[in-house]
């Protein structure tokens, strides 16, 4: 099946609410659609996924994606999973502090690190990708973290990182490097905010989602294991949503 990429808003109801939600490092708009569509349009909510952009623009190419979506004046939901959560929250601050009100919720799932990435487990695990991309090549690498994990966690992997093409190891390095928001960016979102934490993954320590909660004025936190994101990734949707109702968020 083709899918087709696109940044693009114009498709979007005139005056619909929106969420824009963002990949994780290394993923892609498709795993995002999959995860946070249904939930967010069972609340009168748009939904835009943009697709990474290659290499190591990746950063930058979410952030054009968050200042276009905030030109359409309605009502903006942002979020997005690891690099995109905070990506996002540190974009929502930024517009926070110098007191604009476009945005009225965010939807935080598996953040990764506060402030600079150090040895953060996601960032070492994606520096190690990208060595072993440039190394190994991209089939070889797939292979063998296919061979590491779960069935339905390596399928993702492949297709996303396949879809990167030869900015993969760029793109994995550039999320390794970029800093997540910190104490004072999140105490700065004062709208309420849907966290996700996983139980047990390793790679996204639930710590750290616990840790934002204690900043975050307005937010609550859903928690799940690793394996009902690998039987539906909407229930990653559904814990955010539900996570963002409980703080306080609401319909479009």
Known sequence: MNVMRSSHLGVFGTGTPLAVLLPGSGSDEVFVRAAFTDPLRTLGYD????APGSGAGVVQSYLDALDEAAKRGVPLV?????LGAQVAARWAAARSSRGDRTVVG??????AWTGPPSDAPAALAASLTASA??????????AATRAQ??????????????GHGSGLADSLDAAAASPGPDAADLTALRVPVGLVGMTDDPIHPLSVAEDWLTHLPRAALVTMPLRELGADPANLGRAATTAWLRAGGGAG
């Open 133 to 142: 991309v440039r190394r190994d090549g991209l089939a070889a690498t797939v």
């Open 78 to 82: 942002v979020g997005g999973v690891s």
């Open 149 to 162: 994990t779960p069935d339905w966690l390596g399928a993702e992997l492949a297709r996303a990182w396949s």
């Open 106 to 111: 965010l939807l935080l799932a598996l953040p």
């Open 47 to 50: 939904v835009h996924a943009p």
